[in-house]
């Protein structure tokens, strides 16, 4: 068996009994990246020399007993995590040369762990899109099909884990970004309860939505990095003080008993039939393990699309503000003065996905429309944070589709930015809540990967991890790899 399609726990195990080094299993995914990225597109920055000598230090710790089971795991980082030393962009040419001088909280915390760094991974800019499309270094391609997208805005690391190009890979969700591009390379992607991992060292994109989470093939991989990079960070004001439970020691494959909330609202209307009957289908193997199916309505769910990108623009607007070309980031060429330097340096630095948010933000923002949208907006959103937990008391799990349709070809919805932000109908709700959400493979539709979505209440993260993992013991889509990189 090839050494890219061992799970987390296998490779560890290898490690740990000396079938292969550290070293060896960094230049098998190095060569594995080098081979395929200049199609996938899925890399920002390869970082090899970076990987061998993290290589290095996994297998001295190895071999003096001391290592975990992270220890010389390879992973990619999502290119939205400042990495101490290496060039960190969010895929913008804004940040085009910027090198970070210091790690965020997620690579410190997972570089802690031992794992190896092969690179930094694609994205939306700014984390702004639902097709990897808005990146400045062009789009990254869906290993299933290579004409088509892989979501976003995490897809350069959908892409990674999906061809296998690394085990797993780090993520960030702002309204559907991890959980989106895992559906459509039918992966696995889990986005915690907000404040559970910390956002230090994350650049932000809207403050109150954003939240790191980790794809890999299998809820157990999720599992295993999940454990390290989540905990209280003082540095992060919005991080929570609450106890991280061993969730790979959780994961149980019995859902006797359990309640599963079927969300009638995730079925009506615009969701495709075939998709509709992945779901159901996916919904019959709990059953046959012992699972009840309750029905739940959340009646507002239609409003959180629109929710969303009011508050998400507002918040973007304040965010980017930073980003003037005086301190850091892209300036342009000879300024005339102080207004000309912001003006030409924003302008030639944000792409159009960019600008249209900031602008939109900045609108909702001011003086007499503040009450009447973002007021409004916040107001909505406590709303369906209501609704949300009155299907908890019903149900101990909500699931449903991850995305309404399989990956679109590139390009396909490049001129209609509304059609675009409908991708995240089913995944944007969890984040205007702060609850804990994931997407699992549950099969395939004209050869397309589809997933299908969990969502619990707030820190039940063990809970969604056990529930995805009792569905992988009695299924095999997560083991699917495309033909073109098995």
Same mark, same amino acid.
Request: net charge negative.
């Given at each position: 068996m090839s050494l890219h399609t061992l799970s987390i726990a296998?490779?560890?195990?290898?490690?740990?009994?000396?079938?292969?080094?550290?070293?060896?299993?960094?230049?098998?995914?190095?060569?594995?990246?080098?081979?395929?990225?200049?199609?996938?597109?899925? #890399?920002?920055?390869?970082?090899?020399?970076?990987?061998?000598?993290?290589?290095?230090?996994?297998?001295?710790?190895?071999?003096?007993?001391?290592?975990?089971?992270?220890?010389?795991?390879?992973?990619a980082q999502k290119d939205i995590f400042c990495t101490d030393g290496i060039r960190t962009t969010c895929a913008s040419r804004m940040l085009d040369g910027f090198v970070a001088p210091y790690d965020a909280t997620v690579v410190e915390r997972l570089a802690a762990a031992g794992t190896v760094l092969l690179g930094k991974t694609n994205m939306d800019e700014f984390a702004m899109g639902s097709s990897n499309e808005t990146s400045y270094y062009g789009p990254v391609r869906n290993p299933w099909d290579t004409a088509r997208v892989p979501g976003g805005s995490s897809g350069g690391s959908a892409a990674v884990v999906a061809a296998r190009l690394a085990p797993v890979a780090t993520g960030t969700d702002t309204g559907g970004s991890i959980r989106q591009p895992a559906a459509l390379t039918g992966i696995s992607g889990i986005k915690p309860t907000y404040g559970r991992v910390s956002r230090y060292g994350m650049i932000a994109?809207?403050?109150?939505?954003?939240?790191?989470?980790?794809?890999?093939?299998?809820?157990?991989?999720?599992?295993?990095?999940?454990?390290?990079?989540?905990?209280?960070?003082?540095?992060?004001?919005?991080?929570?003080?609450?106890?991280?439970?061993a969730y790979s020691k959780q994961l149980t494959p019995s859902v006797q008993g359990l309640r599963i909330g079927v969300v009638r609202e995730f079925f009506e209307g615009g969701l495709d039939a075939a998709n509709a009957a992945l779901v159901k289908a996916a919904l019959q193997v709990y059953v046959d393990q012992g699972a009840v199916l309750v029905d739940v309505s959340c009646p507002n769910m239609g409003l959180s699309v629109p929710t969303y990108y009011v508050v998400a623009p507002a918040e973007c607007s304040s965010n980017l503000s930073r980003f003037d070309g005086v301190r850091f980031g892209h300036r342009c060429e000879q300024p005339k003065d102080l207004m000309d330097l912001y003006k030409r340096s924003r302008g030639e630095g944000f792409g159009a996905e960019?600008?249209?948010?900031?602008?939109?933000?900045?609108?909702?923002?001011?003086?007499?429309?503040?009450?009447?949208? #973002?007021?409004?907006?916040?107001?909505?959103?406590?709303?369906?944070?209501?609704?949300?937990?009155?299907?908890?008391?019903?149900?101990?799990?909500?699931?449903?589709?991850?995305?309404?349709?399989?990956?679109?070809?590139?390009?396909?919805?490049?001129?209609?930015?509304?059609?675009?932000?409908?991708?995240?109908?089913?995944?944007?709700?969890?984040n205007l809540a702060g609850l804990p959400a994931m997407s699992i493979p549950c099969g395939f539709l004209q050869g397309l990967p589809l997933g299908l979505q969990l969502i619990g209440p707030h820190f039940t993260e063990s809970r969604l991890l056990a529930t995805a993992h009792a569905y992988q013991q009695a299924t095999d889509w997560h083991r699917r790899v495309p033909a073109a990189y098995v």
């Open positions: 296998e490779l560890a195990s290898g490690l740990q009994q000396k079938q292969f080094s550290a070293t060896e299993l960094a230049r098998h995914f190095i060569a594995r990246g080098e081979a395929h990225n200049g199609l996938l597109n899925a #890399y920002i920055t390869l970082t090899p020399e970076r990987a061998l000598a993290d290589a290095a230090l996994a297998d001295a710790r190895l071999a003096r007993g001391e290592g975990g089971v992270l220890t010389g795991i390879p992973l994109f809207a403050s109150s939505l954003d939240q790191a989470g980790i794809m890999a093939p299998s809820a157990e991989d999720c599992a295993l990095l999940l454990e390290v990079m989540s905990g209280f960070d003082p540095r992060d004001s919005t991080s929570v003080d609450v106890p991280v439970p960019v600008k249209r948010r900031i602008m939109t933000g900045t609108y909702l923002l001011s003086a007499g429309y503040y009450d009447a949208y #973002y007021l409004k907006a916040q107001q909505v959103r406590q709303l369906i944070s209501r609704e949300f937990a009155a299907a908890f008391t019903q149900a101990d799990v909500l699931v449903g589709p991850t995305s309404p349709t399989p990956a679109f070809p590139l390009g396909n919805q490049g001129d209609d930015p509304i059609t675009m932000y409908l991708n995240d109908i089913y995944t944007i709700g969890a």
